[in-house]
């Protein structure tokens, strides 16, 4: 997985700058002070905000996303990318500067966002025997 998440990647944002963004949950509307998982995987990450998920009196839930902005290069964010990998976080999104690209990568793939389709075509075709048996290659 490491290795198409890199290899991906690289086609995307060779030499670019990148916000790197992840999430963190809990039942309250602001972080919580204390370290969250997210610290382990995304060093340097500063709060950005938090959104309501669910404001069922009782069941709140709020998804507070930490952001950080790096220079893409093959491995900066190996740490991430493998906890993504190994399912023990969640929610991860690698987008371009101009915010017209976006990896958002789980644990058995990733689902990539493009300017337009003829770059999504292009990169299918470039990584057609990834695809499953699909008819929509899903």
Do not use: K
Not at 27 to 33: E, K, L, M, N
Not at 56 to 82: A, I, M, N, Q
Not at 96 to 102: E, L, P, Q, S
Not at 125 to 134: F, T
């Amino acid at each position: 997985m490491l290795s198409r998440y890199n290899t991906v990647l690289e086609e995307l944002f060779a030499g670019q700058d990148v916000y790197v963004i992840t999430p963190d949950w809990n039942d309250h509307p602001v972080p919580d002070p204390r370290p969250a998982d997210h610290e382990r995987w995304h060093p340097g990450a500063r709060f950005w905000t938090s959104v309501c998920r669910c404001d069922d009196p009782g069941y709140e839930v709020y998804t507070h996303l930490y952001v950080s902005r790096v220079r893409w290069e093959v491995g900066c964010v190996d740490v991430l990318l493998r906890a993504v990998a190994d399912d023990r976080t969640a929610g991860v999104m690698i987008i371009d500067a101009m915010m017209r690209r976006v990896h958002h990568p789980y644990d058995g793939g990733a689902d990539v966002l493009l300017a337009d389709r003829d770059e999504r075509d292009r990169m299918r075709e470039r990584h057609r025997d990834w695809l499953s048996a699909h008819p929509l290659g899903l």
